[in-house]
């Protein structure tokens, strides 16, 4: 049997991606197929290169939270306690630091400097941070986020036991390469970016997520986040051989004012219906790429998002509309 880490190198597949190219076709080709790095020759593909780095203020306070939430299990793995207090003052230090980095807006001269020295911000590089945008506040929501995880793993009656006891674990694990969460399609590597997973030694499985927004009601819950986690089941099932029943996903809701925990779990219907819809969505994804690179699809014949409100949160919009006014939108 062939392993996923047999094909590092294989083409990749994500939820997030075949949501990207349902949503506009144009962001995806600047994401994935402009062959853009910051040191290419072409000015063009540098400014792509330096707009596929930016992060909007929301991404950006979800990211803070999850490595702080991952710093605080990787002390516990190495048997270090550490305090929310602790861990809320070097929050507040990260999102202070990388404020600040970002307003000065260094990252147009040295673009290579974003990720190492601080994040580059959509709404500094577009001069668009809302009126009244103060960081302190962004820094308070943050470190709410982050005490109702403490609250929820205290009041957990299983988490930091299971998390203690498990035989192995993944925190944040690397997205993509060798060893990466994941299964293969055809020759295709269908990437799960799982926030914790812990393998038990009882043989239970249990895949965990932390969402910084509120969580869905009852009548508008998201079927996509239903199939992110079948995704994500179907990693220890397809290559870690472990039977779809103990294996658990839970989704953990930290916004909302409370947090909350919304727990799945994958039947061989729904794995199989799983897969199929991987399969079609590859099929569907690798077809319209190769139209794009044989030139039977030109940029100016791939479509824009569905709502102007889309383009205006674009990374790519000084690229994409550069010729066109807001009357031209669709």
């Known amino acids: 049997m062939r392993t996923f880490q047999k094909a590092a190198d294989n083409p990749t597949w994500s939820f997030s991606r075949d949501q ?45 939270v999850h490595e702080a939430i991952a710093d605080y299990l990787t002390q516990i793995q190495q048997g270090r306690e550490t305090e929310y207090e ?15 980095f970002s307003e000065k807006r260094q990252f147009r001269e040295e673009p290579t400097s974003i990720g190492r020295f601080g994040t580059a911000l959509f709404e500094h590089e577009y001069d668009e941070v809302p009126p009244d945008t103060q960081i302190d506040e962004l820094v308070n929501h943050a470190t709410t986020l982050l005490s109702n995880f403490s609250k929820w793993s205290a009041g957990h009656p299983r988490f930091l036991a299971d998390f203690k006891g498990a035989k192995r ?34 043989g239970r499985f249990l895949i965990y997520d932390w969402k910084t927004g509120a969580p869905p009601k009852k009548e508008t819950a998201g079927i996509g986040n239903e199939i992110q986690v079948s995704v994500y089941m179907l990693w220890p099932h397809l290559t870690l051989n472990l039977p779809l029943e103990s294996v658990t996903s839970s989704l953990v809701y ?62 790519f919009k000084r690229a994409c509309r550069a010729t066109l006014t807001r009357q031209t939108l669709p």
Not at 26 to 32: E, S
Not at 178 to 202: R, S, W
Not at 283 to 297: A, D, F, I, M, P
């Open 169 to 202: 674990r993944w925190i944040e694990p690397p997205p993509w390469g060798a060893g990466a969460p994941g299964f293969i399609v055809g020759e295709v590597q269908a990437i799960t970016k799982v926030d914790l997973a812990l393998h038990l030694n009882d």
């Open 254 to 315: 930290l916004g909302g004012g409370a947090p909350h925990e919304t727990t799945f779990q994958l039947d061989e219907e729904l794995a199989v219906e799983t897969k199929q819809i991987i399969e079609d969505s590859i099929e569907q994804s690798q077809r319209w790429e190769n139209y794009v690179k044989k030139g039977r699809l030109s940029l100016d014949q791939l479509d824009y998002a569905g709502s102007v409100n889309e383009c205006r949160k674009c990374n």
């Open 86 to 100: 602790s861990l809320a003052i070097r929050l507040k230090q990260r999102m202070h630091r990388d404020w600040q």
């Open 20 to 64: 990207l190219l349902r949503s506009c076709e144009r962001k995806y080709f600047f994401q994935y197929l402009a062959k853009a790095w910051l040191n290419s020759p072409d000015p063009w593909l540098r400014g792509i290169a330096l707009l596929k780095k930016l992060k909007n203020i929301p991404m950006w306070q979800g990211e803070c």
